[in-house]
């Protein structure tokens, strides 16, 4: 960041009117996407075409012939499990977020006002954590307690936790930098009153662009940790696991092993397209830039 | 520079150590009594004693540091408690495995991610510009279990091109058959790689075709590629290095599912089993050695940054902030 966003040159080849298009295309598509997703989950929980564990169908039965995309190695219904792993996958996102937001952004704020070594320290600190691979923490406190969506859950979002923090210092430490903030200073404004008047609503757009990303890498993340077995335990129908299942019998019944990753695909896509359209809506700084 | 390079490396000492006790006594706090896993089920309470003793796990936690730390001083990362093999060589024979993994994956996601993400931000009105964008958006959004399954369905179940897993049995004295068996572990990861490698280049590239100094160098007649590379690329490496920095340590740690998938016999997978079965000196030794890692190239990364943009020289670690 060498020059203020706000001495950046207007992109000449942009039209605005078409810069808000492209913008409103990206935020619908996106909520489209995570929409359906996120239909499915509501209506798992009113009604499921078949019992999540009727084993009726037959082994590995294909697709049509009343099982909308055929059956497991158990016989269950497909489309059923799919419906029912739409809520773990949601519900681990959600959570993550939720954790890594509750301690990034505490966290980060109290660096931001550290100083010199301390927050040196810190912010080394924050680096090591976030080399560490989600999946290895996640394994450690998997470890610890035991394998279920709870743990998996507290994991991801202890990990992301630490992604948040880094990021909320940096904008917390440009905010901190501002002249307002120095008025409000000078004018007796006491610190807690600062933190919530004039710093957490100037950088809470971008966090809040940051966490809908992190929501579909915790999605990510908790369906690796199913499939190393790690995740919510069966019968419980994460997509991590029923892809892991389904991989010894990929070329005889695709269906099973490719229909949850489409999926998985489907609602990280969407979330990262709501949280770019999104960014462009919130932040109008980045707006010329879309990555 | 020196002195930088003095503060820098008492740092890097100094995280080191922290690292250790954080990670002696984070692994001391897991449940479990790796007693249990030396004994049998129905273990008198004297034979569970013999095993604590056995292990050491009787004598109070500093004396076990010390002892910890005495032992890596002379280079001995202790010995499994399930095997009774000593770890460094098992970490060893692992490292095979994931360190050329690592490396290949990392310098093919490079090549193709650098100029791809270059591309991606110069040729952003173009058709090829938004479908550069548009796949890189796809890529970070397919969990790399599942490229695996596929590609090992593609390539290695229907075209029967490459194995579908495993790793030779003689290791790298079988050279065909080893990189016959990375190939497809290679690709899964520096795909994935790639996808997210592409979104910096292109936001950092960005920065740079936006900046002002870039426009006066294009105004004073330099042109176009001449302007960038006097004044583009270094500006616009500064982020990519240290996001380069992250994903090579985090790759190095990171592989643990893709070796699941291919059932590859690399760090991430002994790591794994050490932890179900609460194997303290593998745990510990493997970690030990990650954080070393992830230190030494954040270092690298670090240093780096320093020789390509100046303007850091005065700040202890960091680039992109």
Redo the contacts between chains.
């Keep these: 960041?060498?020059?203020p966003d706000v001495?950046?040159?207007v992109?000449p080849?942009t039209v605005p009117g078409r810069r808000r298009t492209r913008r409103s295309v990206t935020l619908a598509v996106g909520c489209v996407l995570a929409g359906l997703i996120a239909l499915l989950a509501v209506v798992s929980l009113l009604w499921l075409p078949y019992d999540a564990d009727d084993t009726s169908g037959g082994r590995l039965a294909g697709p049509g012939d009343g099982h909308l995309l055929g059956t497991d190695k158990l016989g269950r219904d497909l489309f059923t499990q799919l419906m029912t792993g739409s809520r773990i996958a949601i519900g681990a996102g959600l959570g993550s977020v939720l954790v890594a937001a509750a301690l990034g952004v505490t966290l980060g704020v109290l660096a931001a006002f550290a100083q010199g070594w301390l927050d040196?320290t810190l912010?080394?600190f924050l680096?090591?954590l976030?080399?560490?691979?989600t999946?290895?923490l996640a394994?450690?406190i998997v470890?610890?307690r035991s394998a279920t969506l709870g743990s998996a859950v507290l994991a991801i979002g202890l990990a992301q936790g630490a992604v948040v923090a880094r990021l909320t210092r940096?904008l917390v430490k440009r905010v901190l930098a501002q002249d307002y903030v120095t008025a409000a200073r000078t004018s007796g404004t006491s610190w807690p009153r600062t933190v919530l008047g004039h710093v957490l609503p100037n950088v809470w757009p971008t966090l809040a662009v940051n966490l809908a990303l992190q929501f579909?890498l915790a999605v990510?993340a908790e369906?690796?940790l199913s499939?190393?077995g790690l995740g919510a335990p069966p019968p419980n129908a994460s997509w991590?696991r029923m892809?892991?299942e389904a991989?010894a019998t990929?070329?005889t019944a695709?269906a099973g092993?490719l229909a949850p990753?489409v999926l998985?695909?489907l609602l990280?896509?969407g979330v990262?397209?709501i949280a770019d359209g999104l960014r462009d809506t919130l932040d109008p700084a980045t707006r010329?830039?879309?990555? | 520079m020196a002195r930088y390079l003095l503060r820098r490396l008492a740092f890097l000492l100094v995280s080191l150590a922290l690292a250790s006790v954080v990670l002696f006594v984070l692994l001391r706090m897991l449940p479990g009594d790796p007693a249990n896993a030396l004994t049998s089920v129905g273990a008198s309470p004297e034979q569970i004693a013999a095993a604590r003793h056995s292990i050491g796990s009787d004598r109070p936690l500093p004396e076990q540091f010390t002892h910890w730390l005495g032992q890596l001083a002379s280079g001995d990362l202790g010995t499994s408690f399930v095997s009774s093999l000593p770890v460094g060589p098992e970490v060893g024979a692992r490292l095979n495995v994931t360190v050329p993994l690592t490396l290949a994956a990392f310098v093919l996601a490079v090549l193709v991610a650098v100029p791809a993400g270059f591309a991606a931000a110069h040729k952003r009105h173009t058709w090829y510009g938004a479908l550069l964008s548009g796949v890189s958006q796809l890529g970070i959004a397919v969990p790399v279990f599942w490229l695996g399954m596929i590609l090992i369905a593609v390539f290695a179940l229907n075209a029967g091109w490459l194995p579908s897993g495993g790793f030779p049995q003689d290791g790298w004295a079988a050279p065909a058959e080893a990189v016959r068996s990375l190939v497809l572990p290679v690709v899964t990861i520096a795909l994935v790689m790639s996808a997210s490698l592409i979104r910096y280049v292109r936001s950092a590239t960005l920065d740079v075709l936006g900046s002002d100094h870039l426009r006066t160098a294009r105004a004073l007649g330099s042109s176009f590629g001449r302007a960038m590379w006097r004044h583009g690329l270094r500006n616009a490496s500064v982020p990519v290095i240290s996001v380069l920095g992250i994903e090579l340590a985090s790759t190095l740690l990171g592989a643990v599912v893709v070796e699941s998938v291919y059932a590859l016999p690399g760090l991430g997978s002994l790591l794994a089993t050490g932890i179900a079965q609460h194997d303290y000196p593998v745990v510990q030794g493997v970690l030990f050695l990650s954080t070393l890692a992830v230190l030494l190239i954040g270092f690298a990364a670090d240093l780096v940054q320093r020789i390509v943009d100046p303007r850091l020289r005065g700040r202890l670690s960091g680039g992109a902030r």
């Design positions: 960041m060498t020059t001495l950046r040159p992109e080849q040196d912010s080394a680096d090591i976030i080399a560490f691979p999946l290895l394994m450690l470890a610890a940096i579909g990510l369906a690796g499939y190393l991590g892809l892991q991989q990929f070329t695709p092993a990753g998985l695909v990280v896509i990262n397209l010329r830039r879309s990555t």
